[in-house]
């Protein structure tokens, strides 16, 4: 028999099938434009610099001025109406290995070291310390070297000249620093020296340090333009770019020496995130700019493309990311301590205090017997106490505290009242998560839950998943009332009396990390491992050397300082094209 969907069901898929309509529309006219030397001599380019940037985050932002720095004349091109895209939303930690902080506190850090982490994290099933690349391939090992090589370097001429200045972060630890091979297991984070003591709004200012010294340095910005092609002369380089702005009139920008894009991922085209996804995410906390065009620009150059099946994954709020909220953040940390997650029978299944990376993981698990994803959806259960105590707005924290939107927020006096809520709200979302229901004995199950949960929070020992028991698991716990005989500050039993609330928690993404591939220098490569000349790629627009992994705390954006620093030396030595 099959069932009628409701109109919320319809008028749903059909908001789904606009999204996608609407960007095959926009990614239609992106590609390569191809002149001869005639015509490059002859085109109309309204203006032309020796580096083009593309994206105004902290690739671009970051490119722009160490290839300003070289001397070179810069424009930043930005899609959206203001600067900053994915980094602005951020909580910029930055993850620079052998930092002078590090060096100036007696840490030590050597390369070697470094290494057999980052490859023991990204390659585990090849994992080997005797190895000449440690079991990665060798376009991954040296990638990751040159992380090691240049993400101090960079992050000390950035802060030296004003654009980010920083704060040592000593404790925060990385991810897996219970590894043997981490020998440096903390320090190696920075944030912005002005952020927040919760360092929650670094990004924030970051982009507003970055964009300053841009300006400030004679940067030019274009906002409101999205890069459709990628000119190029006879010979294959890129010479310029063609953008479409606002108003839709078409512009075109002459590179002299190179074009640089630090456009962000494809978290935000359907398309490319289902076809290429190895996960049914439900969107993300990327910019909603982040649509991969480099991927489409690219795609009849030949080029290779690498990591299009991972992202940077983290839990999101589910209903801030089907309703497409642009403010929604990643639940880098999970609120509560008096707080745990369950599925749809009511069992607890998870560490909920797991790196959100990894956490994610748990959402995407697949049960073949039963051709189903049992846990595309996870249910945050929490008490008054928490709701007290670790209601915060920083960190896509389910938890909110008065005042703040809460709409995902369901609440009952009772157990049995939240279920019934719980139940209702699921029928909502019918018809994007595989029509999944509550099972009859959800209740009982729940309570069972609960009271095996209270007695690991009495004793401090989560005997089924170990809460607690990791550096990182006490690093995210966020905010808690602090009990004079905790044994666990991550845990403290639920209440036996209500009120209680819930949220429903999906699987989404902090952005992709796939695309073309690049060398050392950010250099867009060929089907031969040629680069493309004067076409360079950075950030999450390109493919990262990383796999599925996440290495720590600013693995991301520490990385993307570092290639910044290497893309703007290599285009700085570009022949200018004329």
Same mark, same amino acid.
């Given at each position: 028999?099959?069932?009628?969907?409701?109109?919320?069901?319809?008028?749903?898929?059909?908001?789904?099938?606009?999204?996608?309509?609407?960007?095959?529309?926009?990614?239609?006219?992106?590609?390569?434009?191809?002149?001869?030397?005639?015509?490059?001599?002859?085109?109309? !380019?309204?203006?032309?610099?020796?580096?083009?940037?593309?994206?105004?985050?902290?690739?671009?932002?970051?490119?722009?001025?160490?290839? &300003?720095?070289?001397?070179?004349?810069?424009?930043?091109?930005? +899609?959206?109406?203001?600067?900053?895209?994915?980094?602005?939303?951020?909580?910029?930690?930055?993850?620079?290995?052998?930092?002078?902080?590090?060096?100036?506190?007696?840490?030590?850090?050597?390369?070697?070291?470094?290494?057999?982490?980052?490859? &023991?994290?990204?390659?585990?099933?090849?994992?080997?310390?005797?190895?000449?690349?440690?079991?990665?391939?060798?376009?991954?090992? @040296?990638?990751?070297?040159?992380?090691?090589?240049?993400?101090?370097?960079?992050?000390?001429?950035?802060?030296?000249?004003?654009?980010?200045?920083?704060?040592?972060?000593? !404790?925060?630890?990385?991810?897996?620093?219970?590894?043997?091979?981490?020998?440096?297991?903390?320090?190696?984070?920075?944030?912005?020296? @002005?952020?927040?003591?919760?360092? $929650?709004?670094?990004?924030?200012?970051?982009?507003?340090?970055?964009?300053?010294?841009?300006? &400030?340095?004679?940067?030019?910005? +274009?906002?409101?333009?999205?890069?459709?092609?990628?000119?190029? %002369?006879? +010979?294959?380089?890129?010479? *310029?770019?063609?953008?479409?702005?606002?108003?839709?009139?078409?512009?075109?920008?002459?590179?002299?020496?190179?074009?640089?894009?630090?456009?962000?991922?494809?978290?935000? @085209?359907?398309?490319?995130?289902? %076809?290429?996804?190895?996960?049914?995410?439900?969107?993300?906390?990327?910019?909603?700019?982040?649509?991969?065009?480099?991927?489409?620009?690219?795609?009849?150059?030949?080029?290779?493309?690498? %990591?299009?099946?991972?992202?940077?994954?983290?839990?999101?709020?589910?209903?801030?990311?089907? *309703?497409?909220?642009?403010?929604? #953040?990643?639940?880098?940390?999970?609120?509560?301590?008096?707080?745990?997650?369950?599925?749809?029978?009511?069992?607890?299944?998870?560490?909920?205090?797991?790196?959100?990376?990894?956490?994610?993981? +748990?959402?995407?698990?697949?049960? *073949?017997?039963?051709?189903?994803?049992?846990?595309?959806?996870?249910? #945050?259960?929490?008490?008054?106490? #928490?709701? @007290?105590?670790? $209601?915060?707005?920083?960190?896509?924290?389910?938890?909110?505290?008065?005042?703040?939107?809460?709409?995902?927020?369901?609440?009952?006096?009772?157990?049995?009242?939240?279920?019934?809520?719980?139940?209702?709200?699921?029928?909502?979302?019918?018809?994007?998560?595989?029509?999944?229901?509550?099972?009859?004995?959800?209740?009982?199950?729940?309570?069972?839950?609960?009271?095996?949960?209270?007695?690991?929070?009495?004793?401090?020992?989560?005997?089924? !998943?170990?809460?607690?028991?990791?550096?990182?698991?006490?690093?995210?716990?966020?905010?808690?009332?602090?009990?004079?005989?905790?044994?666990?500050?991550?845990?403290?039993?639920?209440?036996?009396?209500?009120?209680?609330?819930?949220?429903?928690?999906?699987?989404?993404?902090?952005?992709?990390?796939?695309?073309?591939?690049?060398?050392?220098?950010?250099?867009?490569?060929?089907?031969?491992?040629?680069?493309?000349?004067?076409?360079?790629?950075?950030?999450?627009?390109?493919?990262?050397? #990383?796999?599925?992994?996440?290495?720590?705390?600013? $693995?991301?954006?520490?990385?993307?300082?570092?290639?910044?620093?290497?893309?703007?030396?290599?285009?700085?030595?570009?022949?200018?094209?004329?």
């Amino acid at each position: 028999m099959t069932t009628k969907p409701n109109a919320e069901t319809v008028a749903s898929r059909r908001g789904f099938l606009r999204a996608t309509t609407v960007a095959a529309a926009a990614s239609s006219s992106l590609g390569v434009l191809t002149m001869t030397d005639a015509q490059a001599a002859s085109a109309s !380019f309204s203006a032309e610099y020796d580096i083009v940037v593309v994206g105004s985050g902290c690739a671009g932002l970051t490119s722009a001025l160490f290839s &300003r720095w070289h001397g070179n004349s810069v424009v930043v091109l930005e +899609k959206a109406a203001a600067l900053g895209g994915t980094t602005f939303k951020s909580a910029f930690w930055y993850w620079v290995p052998n930092n002078v902080p590090m060096r100036a506190a007696g840490i030590a850090d050597p390369k070697p070291d470094f290494l057999k982490y980052v490859a &023991r994290v990204t390659r585990p099933q090849f994992y080997d310390p005797e190895h000449p690349t440690l079991g990665l391939t060798q376009w991954e090992y @040296d990638m990751c070297e040159a992380i090691y090589d240049s993400a101090s370097p960079a992050a000390e001429l950035l802060a030296q000249k004003g654009a980010l200045p920083y704060r040592h972060v000593p !404790f925060a630890t990385d991810y897996f620093s219970e590894l043997p091979e981490d020998k440096a297991k903390s320090g190696r984070v920075l944030t912005p020296k @002005d952020g927040s003591p919760s360092m $929650a709004n670094g990004g924030q200012v970051a982009i507003r340090t970055l964009s300053t010294a841009a300006r &400030r340095d004679g940067i030019a910005f +274009k906002t409101g333009h999205r890069v459709q092609r990628v000119i190029l %002369n006879s +010979k294959g380089e890129a010479i *310029g770019i063609e953008a479409l702005k606002d108003d839709n009139s078409v512009v075109r920008i002459r590179a002299r020496k190179a074009v640089i894009f630090g456009s962000g991922g494809f978290t935000h @085209d359907p398309e490319l995130r289902s %076809n290429f996804l190895n996960v049914p995410v439900y969107g993300g906390c990327a910019a909603f700019t982040n649509e991969g065009d480099l991927v489409r620009i690219t795609s009849s150059l030949g080029v290779q493309l690498r %990591n299009m099946n991972h992202a940077w994954l983290c839990p999101v709020t589910f209903e801030k990311a089907i *309703g497409r909220d642009g403010s929604m #953040s990643g639940m880098f940390s999970v609120a509560g301590d008096s707080m745990i997650f369950v599925d749809k029978r009511g069992k607890r299944v998870v560490n909920e205090k797991l790196n959100y990376n990894e956490l994610c993981q +748990k959402l995407f698990e697949w049960d *073949g017997a039963k051709v189903e994803y049992p846990n595309l959806v996870l249910i #945050s259960i929490w008490d008054q106490r #928490s709701q @007290d105590h670790s $209601a915060s707005n920083d960190y896509g924290s389910a938890i909110v505290p008065p005042g703040a939107d809460d709409r995902h927020v369901i609440k009952s006096d009772t157990l049995d009242g939240l279920s019934q809520q719980i139940s209702l709200r699921l029928k909502k979302y019918a018809g994007q998560i595989g029509h999944m229901e509550l099972s009859s004995d959800f209740n009982a199950n729940l309570r069972e839950s609960i009271l095996r949960f209270n007695g690991f929070a009495s004793t401090g020992k989560d005997e089924d !998943f170990h809460r607690g028991e990791r550096a990182s698991d006490v690093l995210f716990n966020g905010s808690t009332k602090k009990e004079p005989d905790q044994k666990n500050p991550t845990m403290w039993p639920i209440s036996s009396v209500g009120p209680y609330y819930a949220a429903l928690v999906g699987g989404g993404t902090l952005d992709t990390k796939g695309g073309p591939k690049t060398n050392t220098h950010g250099q867009i490569l060929d089907i031969h491992d040629k680069p493309i000349r004067g076409l360079y790629g950075v950030g999450n627009c390109v493919a990262s050397a #990383s796999s599925g992994a996440y290495w720590a705390g600013g $693995a991301t954006l520490g990385p993307m300082i570092a290639f910044a620093y290497r893309a703007a030396n290599a285009a700085h030595g570009e022949p200018k094209r004329t």
